[in-house]
């Protein structure tokens, strides 16, 4: 199984600042054949399912706003949040779709300093 | 618009199965698969499973081979999952959602059900 491992556990960042999680995953999730990276990014809210905010490690998701942004290739990946909003404290988590079974990393906490 | 609605909380004894069930509406569902996740305290996100609505065929993660079992019903839309052999260990909240293939992202979910199995 792939072993997605994200850091760290919790962060807390001002309203308006950056905010950065990263995955790492035990095996390269890129594709040769096709040169995509089989890793997405989900929000979760309290009392309600994941939400899709990233796939294909950089394609965001119809509806999600530009201030969210991933990046990486092969076994390291960033979400980027660039301005920091209030609706944004969730959990976050990396997936990887490349291998079966699917597996997802432990989540990060983000939170408001 | 895309819907996926799950079956209510379920309370169950240790041994016992359940099943849980996820009507899909607002898409053609022959054309996503159907994926199953559930969400524990501490083992977070773990994939069950999946199932393809169009022939019905089926994978399931090797924790769960031999408990879990999925199925559909094309008349109605609907994924069935079954859990059998329950111990405390599977009180979680179960999932389910809609990827366009086996090796996809998860574009859509459930709003989950709350399985508790207590004595």
């Known amino acids: 199984d792939i072993v997605m491992t994200q850091s760290p556990d919790s962060l807390a960042v001002s309203l308006g600042e950056r905010a950065t999680i990263n995955c790492k995953s035990s095996q390269s999730v890129l594709y040769n054949s096709n040169n995509k990276n089989y890793l997405a990014w989900y929000q979760q809210k309290p009392g309600q399912p994941p939400k899709l905010l990233i796939y294909?490690?950089?394609t965001r998701e119809s509806g999600v706003p530009d201030r969210f942004s991933g990046s990486g290739s092969g076994t390291d990946f960033t979400l980027t949040i660039s301005s920091l909003q209030a609706e944004d404290v969730a959990v976050y988590y990396c997936q990887q779709y490349y291998s079966i079974p699917i597996t997802f990393g432990q989540g990060t906490r983000l939170d408001i300093k | 618009q895309v819907q996926l609605v799950q079956s209510g909380a379920e309370v169950k004894k240790p041994g016992a199965s359940v099943k849980v069930s996820c009507k899909a509406s607002g898409y053609t569902f022959s054309s996503y698969y159907i994926l199953w996740v559930r969400q524990t305290p501490g083992q977070g996100l773990e994939w069950m499973g999946v199932?393809?609505?169009?022939?019905?065929?089926?994978g399931y993660a090797q924790n769960f081979q031999g408990r879990v079992t999925m199925t559909r019903d094309t008349s109605t839309s609907t994924v069935y999952m079954e859990l059998s052999s329950l111990t405390s260990e599977d009180t979680a909240m179960y999932y389910c959602?809609?990827?366009?293939?086996?090796?996809?992202?998860?574009?859509?979910w459930g709003q989950g059900t709350l399985v508790t199995v207590s004595s």
């Open positions: 199932i393809k609505p169009s022939g019905g065929s089926t």
């Open positions: 294909w490690a950089s």
């Open positions: 959602a809609r990827a366009w293939g086996d090796h996809a992202p998860f574009d859509f």
